[in-house]
């Protein structure tokens, strides 16, 4: 995976050179040119190698980085994981996907804040039934390859009453988050239940990765690309994982 995501820094090195983040293309170019891995001892196999040092640029869209951020998420997660299903044994657990109009790239630090304005609605809705929840954003290049689609990936941990007398309909969903972002057209949503914590720690693995595909950065309009990092980089108080005193994180 080093030489797969080391190749599509390399690409976005490259948009960058000349333009006015030229400062980040020297960055990305040298992250991790230089991997010092040593052999430590392992219970299971006997030996293993483990990163002792190296040097990283931390440019958020350097997809070295991005990776390697996403890893720490996932240990994370992986480890309050046991704990939570251990303390709610009969919790189930809700995919929730919000999405709104897509936006212009240049507009996308407001869509955002304002999106997330929507979401602090939702979930002080006396209906929102989460006891916890995980929350990503994702954004991706729109299907005209000029606009910005950012979307929600949610982990909603619920009770099992949820799917009883409790239950949301789709449509009683769509219907809390338009109000919540207030706007007059129904967003596209999607919420699906899962079936088991198998899929549980599948979908974790799945939500708790890129906030914009690489594919989206390395393959997209270049000037898109340029306009997103100039968004993005202003949005430091968005986290990957977002987390409140419900959250699924301890």
Same mark, same amino acid.
Request: with cysteine; aromatic share 24%.
């Given at each position: 995976m080093w030489d797969v995501h080391k190749a599509e820094s390399d690409i976005i090195s490259g948009h960058y050179r000349g333009s006015d983040f030229d400062k980040y293309s020297e960055r990305v170019n040298t992250c991790a040119n230089l991997l010092d891995f040593r052999l430590i001892p392992d219970n299971k196999k006997g030996y293993r190698l483990k990163l002792a040092s190296a040097r990283f640029c931390h440019v958020r869209t350097c997809q070295?980085?991005?990776w390697r951020r996403s890893l720490m998420f996932k240990a994370r997660a992986y480890k309050t994981l046991p704990q939570i299903i251990g303390d +709610?044994?009969?919790a189930r657990f809700l995919f929730l996907t919000l999405t709104v109009k897509n936006c212009q790239i240049?507009?996308?630090r407001d869509y955002l804040a304002w999106m997330n304005k929507g979401f602090s609605r939702l979930i002080r809705l006396k209906a929102f039934p989460a006891i916890g929840y995980l929350k990503t954003v994702e954004v991706t290049l729109g299907r005209d390859g000029r606009s910005a689609h950012p979307h929600f990936h949610c982990l909603l941990m619920v009770a099992p009453? +949820?799917?009883g007398k409790n239950y949301i309909r789709k449509d009683e969903w769509v219907t809390m988050w338009r109000n919540s972002l207030r706007v007059d057209y129904n967003p596209i949503l999607d919420v699906q239940a899962l079936k088991s914590n198998d899929s549980l720690v599948g979908l974790l693995a799945e939500i708790i990765k890129y906030q914009t595909?690489?594919?989206t950065?390395?393959?997209g309009n270049r000037e898109w690309f340029l306009? +997103?990092?100039h968004n993005f980089t202003a949005l430091g108080? +968005?986290?990957l994982v977002e987390c409140s005193k419900n959250t699924l994180e301890s």
């Open positions: 070295i980085c991005v +709610y044994p009969t240049h507009e996308l009453s +949820y799917f595909k690489p594919s950065m390395i393959f306009e +997103y990092t108080q +968005y986290h």
